[in-house]
């Protein structure tokens, strides 16, 4: 069995044959995907963060009116970048969009991805510290993140406060038991998966990588989950993790998937560089009738380790396209592959 959830990046854009034109569009198009992705039985409906682009900018609102209109299916996101976050404030938000959904948050954190802006968390108040890079400062918010939402006290209470105190020191409020145990981080690389499985992260590995050895992101990225289970298992956390991986996978089962998705069918992996150091490889597409997909599927190294598999969505194509893309894959790709 295979958890099967969708990615969605949010964008729109109000040109060219998008059915997602705005920010509002996005936002209740996201809720409506949300609902009707836990009718077909998907596991999980998760979202991109992204500063200064038309794309989701701001999670928790979005997370909470999901976890308010559903009840089962797990809300999470697909990173937050944490150059960007108040540790403090952000455990809050957390706490509260875990509470209204029952437990259902799964929040995926990373040190972020290139940016629409230079520094752009300058912009939000944030800068290293003195001998820190922005990759340094992301871990520390990070780090105190994880402190914080376990439910520990640390704060000194005022001896005359406006409402009477627990004894103690005061933890952040609202607290909510386990989500401690569900974050994500979001690693693009052997070292960071490792540092992940340390601090007791489960693992999202994306459709982006750094390019370490040269083979297929496939690869590359099987061998990145057995550094990180057998980091897991050095450290001795008592719980199994949880590991994800995401792919842009279309089951043509029409003449409208072959006119969006038949180019995809020989998708390759691509090699790029995200800045000016690293080189990173980037994730085929798999786009193809169900019964080739499956073969395909079969040999993706990384697809066979993780539990978790995020389904990369277009998400401007509309809701009713999307219900139909996951649909499809529920109904004539995941039982083939002993997924459901």
Known sequence: MKKIGFLSFGHWSPGGHSLTRSAADFLHQSI?????????????????????????????????AIGARTTRIEIGTGVIDMRYENPLYMAEDAGAADLISDGRLQLGISRGSPEQVIEGWRHFGFSPAEGETDADMARRHTERFLEVIG??????PNPRPMFANPPGLLRIEPHSEGL????WWGSASNATGVWAAKLGMNLQSSTLKFDETGEPLHVQQRKQIEAYREAWKEAGHVREPRVSVSRSIFAITNDLDRAYFGRDRDSRDQIGMIDENTRAIFGRSYAAEPDVLVKELLDDEAVQAADTLLLTIPNQLGVDYNTHVLENILTHVAPELGWR
């Open 32 to 64: 409506d995907l949300a609902v009707a992705a836990e009718e077909l039985g998907v596991d999980g409906a998760y979202f991109r963060v992204h500063h200064f682009a038309r794309q989701a900018g701001s999670p928790f609102p979005l997370l909470s």
């Open 151 to 156: 439910g520990e006290g640390f704060a000194e």
């Open 180 to 183: 401690r145990e569900r974050i």
